[in-house]
């Protein structure tokens, strides 16, 4: 189902980022507080909310535990995107990698934010002119036999 609800056309796209943006902030925030890399891969496992990302992780964390650095492991699993690969090289390189995810983490929360305003601001206009049908049917409804009504008298 969750592979299904990654691919629908608008929503899937703002499950997609939303997902990202909880993974790399919940690694952020372990590594940054000093658990280490395996085991805060274990709790972004269960944070992640999407069972394909899920997966992804656990085999990250399997990667990164044979030794493997977490650029190459997330580039292997397909799933994750560019930026927060080249982000995750760029910390390793640096040794500041819970300053990148920090960093890759704000990005996709303003991207969700920002789909989640535009496609409000496009189904506006629906559920009004749908409002609008409902009540118009209603009104006709109560309305109808009271002219008929008329026409009888």
């Not at 395996?38 to 496992?45: Q, Y």
Request: contains cysteine; aromatic residues 4%; negative net charge.
């Amino acid at each position: 189902m969750d592979r299904v609800t990654l691919k629908v056309p608008i929503v899937g796209m703002i499950v997609n980022e939303a997902v990202i943006a909880r993974i790399a902030r919940t690694l952020s925030t372990t590594f940054s507080a000093g658990v280490p890399l395996v085991e805060a891969l274990d709790s972004v496992s269960g944070a992640a909310g999407n069972a394909v990302y899920r997966d992804a992780v656990k085999r990250v964390r399997d990667d990164v535990t044979g030794g493997t650095m977490i650029n190459v492991a997330l580039r292997t699993v397909g799933v994750f995107p560019t930026l927060l690969i080249q982000m995750c090289a760029i910390g390793e390189e640096s040794g500041a990698l819970d300053t990148m995810l920090d960093k890759v983490a704000t990005h996709y929360e303003a991207e969700v934010d920002n789909k989640v305003d535009n496609l409000t601001a496009l189904l506006e206009p629906m559920i009004m002119s749908i409002l609008g049908i409902l009540v118009g049917g209603l009104m006709v409804a109560m309305y109808m036999p009271i002219f008929q009504l008329g026409q009888v008298v």
